[in-house]
């Protein structure tokens, strides 16, 4: 039993400030930090902090990133046999975070973009049978196809946070058990404008239509709606005191992916994963927010 995230992996440098700048404003910023980060890492992290055995397909730089990158893999024990690794920049994230824990995010790809599926070894995936493949939209399509249609005639159950979000073929929808979306991305895919669950629902259900057998719309501060074609299950957000957004939804993927991988039932996996995200909104940072299962566990007693 295994995830295996297939994904992106950013150094990410974080200004938090008091207020965005207006276009041509120049402010003062309060702090800045060089924290690990990239969809994908976080993902990763996430699903090793609830638990789960967890492996990296991704692709980093030659530059000292790199070095920062592997070097936080390694402390969460997450396994880079199959870590690629490209001569050039790794991928960068330019986060502003303002006081209300709202942020904006500019990415350069770097290394991520140059991901290939055809250095994987032909035999990866049967090979190692995880029992779990997640992975978000940051690198490129084609290849992350491949990865998905693989791992899912290797028997995995694949998950997919459609982020950014990117129109997918029917091979893609037809490898995807389950599909995670936030609101934003929800509307872009399915069509439907989202003002409250009823939407959130009509827009899961076009999503349904197009092949996973779940869709998780998460709605942030309102929580989570699950829908299949058996059930329909809404999970409310926890009420925190927010610091900072940025790793939220990369957290609860992460989270949910490792307690699928457990064998636990959707609506049991999506409780701790809306505790673990927004336990991450409390702390500053990408993977430096990303909580532990005692932490989790405890949260969830007085919650």
């Known amino acids: 039993m295994s995830v295996l995230v297939v994904g992106s992996l950013n150094m990410d440098l974080v200004v938090a ?59 969460f024990y997450i396994d880079t046999t199959n870590l690629q690794k490209v001569e050039g920049s790794s991928g960068v994230a330019l986060i502003e975070v303002e006081n209300s824990g709202s942020n904006r995010i500019a990415i350069v790809p770097g290394a991520n973009e140059k991901f290939d599926y055809h250095a994987i070894e032909a035999d990866y995936f049967s090979r190692f049978r995880h029992s779990v493949v997640l992975g978000p939209l940051e690198n490129p399509i084609m290849h992350l196809e491949k990865s998905f249609i693989s791992a899912k005639k290797a028997g995995a159950t694949t998950i997919l946070n459609p982020a950014p979000s990117q129109l997918l073929s029917s091979d893609f929808l037809g490898a995807i058990d389950i599909l995670i979306p936030n609101q934003n991305e929800a509307e872009e895919l399915s069509g439907v404008s989202i003002a409250n669950k009823e939407d959130a629902e009509n827009a899961a259900r076009r999503l349904l239509a197009l092949g996973p057998k779940i ?23 926890f009420k925190v005191k927010v610091i900072d957004t940025t790793a939220a939804g990369d957290t609860f993927c992460g989270a949910f992916a490792a307690e699928i991988d457990r064998a636990q039932e959707p609506k049991l996996a999506l409780r701790l994963a ?11 940072g990408a993977s430096h927010s990303i909580p532990g299962r005692s932490e989790i566990n405890d949260f969830l007693k007085t919650h």
């Open 274 to 284: 809306s505790a673990a995200a927004a336990l991450s909104t409390t702390k500053y």
């Open 17 to 75: 400030m008091t207020k965005f700048p207006d276009s041509g404003q120049t402010v003062v910023a309060r702090d800045l930090q060089t924290i690990p980060g990239g969809k994908g890492l976080n993902q990763a992290i996430a699903a090793s902090q609830v638990g789960a055995r967890v492996s990296m397909l991704g692709c980093v730089g030659s530059d000292d990133y790199s070095k920062h990158l592997e070097e936080i893999l390694s402390k």
């Open 215 to 237: 869709v998780i719309i998460t709605l942030g501060e309102k929580g989570a709606l699950l829908v299949s074609n058996q059930e329909k299950y809404f999970q409310e957000a």
